[in-house]
Every structure is written in structure tokens, then in C-alpha cells.
């Protein structure tokens, strides 16, 4: 046998090794991201997760009041009749999740902070900021969340 046979394998740096872990961990995130995309668009109706997709039926949401999807995290409500407004579930005060709505007021159960239903403001503390705006649209009767 020859020396060249039983020669050691060269070794192989650190920096290689990242490179090579770092480049196939970005190249699953990527398919990750592709994939939930793909996902997103063929879920049913009632998930409204997705651009463009029917949220809410606008016979679901009573005028003057409004209805919480939680799983969306979206308050949809009716201030006036025909008029439809979206905002985050997340109170500004402490990130803690709203969860009703009722004469005129949408509510955190946390620590009691109210808000309008006209334009997500506070009307009363602890929260010293008004609910993030969402952007819905209404198509025939159904509610889009965009």
C-alpha cells in the first residue's frame, strides 16, 4: 500500500461547518415561509387570517356593538348601521387580549380598559392608547379582512 492511501482526511474548520449549517437552516426557513403561504390560501372561510379572505358575515356583527375573533385577532364592529371598523385584540396597556364588546364599548378583562367601537379610543384607563386600526372591506356580506 501506498503513503498516499493512508493519509488522514483533510480537517474541516469551524468556519465551514457554520457556513454549511447556516445555509441549510435558512434554505428551511425559506420552504417554511413558501409553504404556510401556499396554506393560507386554501383555508376555509371562517379563517380570515389571510388577506382578501371573508371573516365575518355582516349579519354577525350587531349594529352599535361588534364581535371578537380571537383566533384572528380582530375585533370587528358595527358603529352605525352599514359602517364596519376593525381593530387588534391587543390592549395597549399590558399586550393582554380583549374579549367582549357591548353597548358601544369593546373591554380587556385584564385590568378594565374600555374602548370605542366608532375608532378603537380609549375610553377608560388603564390604557393610555387606542386599539391598533385593522383594514376590512365589505363584499356583498361578507366582511374581508384585508
Known amino acids: 500500500m501506498s503513503s498516499e ?14 457556513a454549511a449549517l447556516g ?3 435558512a434554505a ?11 396554506s393560507s390560501s386554501s383555508s376555509s372561510d371562517s379563517s380570515g387570517s389571510s388577506s382578501g379572505e371573508a371573516l365575518a358575515k355582516t349579519s354577525e356583527i350587531p ?20 359602517e364596519f371598523k ?8 399590558q399586550q393582554q387580549k380583549v374579549n367582549s364588546v357591548d353597548n358601544g364599548v369593546i373591554t380587556c378583562p385584564a ?8 375608532d378603537g379610543g380609549v375610553k377608560k384607563g388603564p390604557a393610555t392608547s387606542g386599539l391598533t ?8 356580506d361578507s366582511i374581508m379582512l384585508m
Open 23 to 25: 445555509a441549510a437552516g
Open 133 to 140: 386600526t385593522k383594514e376590512v372591506m365589505v363584499d356583498g
Open 63 to 82: 349594529e352599535g356593538g361588534g364581535k371578537v375573533f380571537a383566533d384572528q385577532g380582530v375585533v370587528v364592529t358595527q358603529p352605525t348601521a352599514g
Open 5 to 18: 492511501s493512508l493519509q488522514p482526511a483533510p480537517a474541516i474548520c469551524r468556519r465551514t461547518v457554520l
Open 111 to 118: 385590568h378594565g380598559s374600555q374602548f370605542n367601537v366608532t
Open 86 to 93: 376593525a381593530f387588534s385584540t391587543t390592549c395597549p396597556h
Open 28 to 38: 428551511a426557513a425559506l420552504t417554511a415561509c413558501g409553504g404556510s403561504d401556499d
